[in-house]
């Protein structure tokens, strides 16, 4: 729960730029925390002590750890959805596209850890009003790219980006957790050869998951199977 400190004119104590500064400063001491600890582990005093604040001054530009967590995000989000433009723009093969959408997607380690942790981060204590603010960013988000990537490639057409990031998502994330597994687990499953169905290999699945979404929306690249 956020303490009760009263601030008095705290909104004037920094300048636009001085701001900007300080929760760019946090920003980068709490990544570093996310990746490295189980998200319900990581507190306000932790991200305070390591970003050389004390609490009530992280409390003047975060309510909580919640919407840290979402900043966070939002920096990885885009440079991933920068590459993801990149990579419809360069008019490879189908084959070649879907190739490098999973290569390079997972590479970004930090990314990936954040991602299946969204939406238990939006349920947990962010205000209707944060969570509008968000939401709206992802919208606009996905209607930009969906323009532009229908523009640069033939395989998403208008109105077809939409849809194709959540489906890439959702299936990006359950094999994700899947392929997660304890030091236990994986001994189990190199002793145990009836067992391989659950060795999930992330990007393999990835790439035959994909190659039958394209299919299904564009039935031209069937013969691509």
């Known amino acids: 729960m956020r303490p009760m400190v009263v601030l008095i004119g705290v909104s004037m104590a920094y300048s636009t730029e001085e701001r900007n500064k300080k929760k760019r400063c946090i920003v980068g001491a709490a990544s570093e925390i996310f990746t490295e600890q189980e998200y319900r582990d990581v507190s306000m005093r932790q991200i305070a002590e390591t ?17 840290i967590f979402i900043e966070i995000y939002k920096a990885e989000l885009e440079l991933w959805l920068e590459e993801v433009l990149d990579i419809f723009s360069q008019q490879l093969s189908l084959q ?3 190739e490098l959408l999973v290569s390079k997607h997972c590479k970004r380690k930090k990314f990936n850890k954040l991602m299946p942790l969204l939406n238990t981060v939006l349920e947990i204590s962010l205000n209707a009003d944060f969570l509008r603010k968000f939401k ?3 919208l606009n988000k996905v209607v930009y790219l969906d323009t532009e990537i229908s523009k640069l490639s033939p395989y998403l057409k208008d109105g077809d980006f939409g849809p194709f990031i959540i489906h890439y998502t959702a299936h990006f994330n359950g ?5 997660q597994r304890s030091a236990t687990l994986e001994r ?3 002793q145990d050869s009836s067992l391989e169905i659950f060795a999930t290999d992330l990007e393999a699945e990835m790439k035959k998951y994909l190659m ?14």
């Open 188 to 190: 189990i499953l190199e």
């Open 136 to 138: 709206s960013y992802l």
């Open 212 to 225: 039958i979404y394209f299919s299904y929306i564009n039935k031209e690249y069937q013969n691509e199977l």
């Open 96 to 98: 070649e596209t879907i």
């Open 175 to 179: 094999l994700y957790l899947m392929e």
């Open 51 to 67: 970003a050389n604040m004390g609490k009530a001054t992280l409390y003047n530009f975060f309510d909580s750890k919640e919407e």
